[in-house]
């Protein structure tokens, strides 16, 4: 069966850089139409969709974030990952990795809880 | 960016009754819609993808309809389990939008 887990760092100053892996099992993203969708969830916006990377190694970005944005993935060992550089405390909420088996959000991780704070 | 409008905020209703819950996108989203169920302290699950179609595993009860800028969400015979919060997500065009959300109690 499909699961996903985040790890990333829980605490982080302003301007730093927020990296956070996305380890997942039950699929591959050498699979043709897969991909690998994060999402996050605040108190200010709800629900924000960041960012996918597909199997082929295409990518998309929410414009709001584009230029702050980068993800990555190593097939081989099942795992992808988002890279936000220099967070705020609009940053703070909880971060979810997803499958994506085509433009929806099939299984999502149990998402890890990243605050901003100085 | 679609912006996609749920209906009820917050919704009120008894065991067994039937549930129907509504998102408007502010435009024609050719059924790129999909439904999410978010329990308390959980994270989101996909209930329903291409506005009408069952996720493996989600119950019989949950089901989609619409088209063009109205879609909704019903669920027949409300279960206990079924109190949570629900958002509906537009994946027509980029960037893929969310509701706000419906939070769904028990009367």
């Known amino acids: 069966q499909v699961s996903l887990k985040e790890s990333g760092p829980g605490i982080l100053q302003p301007f730093q850089t927020l990296s956070l892996t996305c380890s997942f099992s039950g699929f591959s993203l050498g699979t043709s139409n897969m991909g690998v969708g994060w999402i996050r969830q605040t108190s200010g916006k709800g629900l924000e969709y960041l960012a996918t990377?597909?199997?082929?190694?295409?990518?998309y970005f929410n414009p709001s974030l584009n230029s702050r944005l980068t993800v990555s993935k190593d097939t081989s060992n099942n795992q992808a990952f988002l890279k936000i550089t220099s967070v705020d405390t609009a940053d703070t909420g909880t971060y979810y990795c997803?499958?994506?088996?085509?433009?929806?959000?099939?299984?999502w991780g149990q998402g890890t809880l990243v605050t901003v704070s100085s | 960016d679609i912006q996609m409008t749920q209906s009820p905020a917050s919704l009120s209703a008894s065991l067994g009754e039937t549930v129907t819950i509504e998102c408007r996108a502010s435009?024609?989203?050719?059924?790129?819609l999909a439904w999410y169920q978010q329990k308390p302290g959980k994270s989101p699950q996909l209930l329903i993808y291409?506005?009408?179609s069952l996720h493996t595993g989600v119950p019989s009860r949950f089901s989609g309809s619409g088209s063009g800028t109205q879609y909704s969400l019903k669920i027949n015979s409300l279960q206990s389990e079924d109190v949570a919060s629900y958002f509906c997500q537009q994946y027509y065009n980029y960037p893929y939008t969310f509701g706000a959300g419906t939070k769904l109690e028990l009367k």
């Open positions: 990377i597909w199997w082929d190694d295409d990518k």
């Open positions: 435009e024609d989203i050719y059924n790129g």
């Open positions: 291409n506005a009408n």
């Open positions: 997803t499958q994506m088996p085509g433009d929806w959000f099939a299984y």
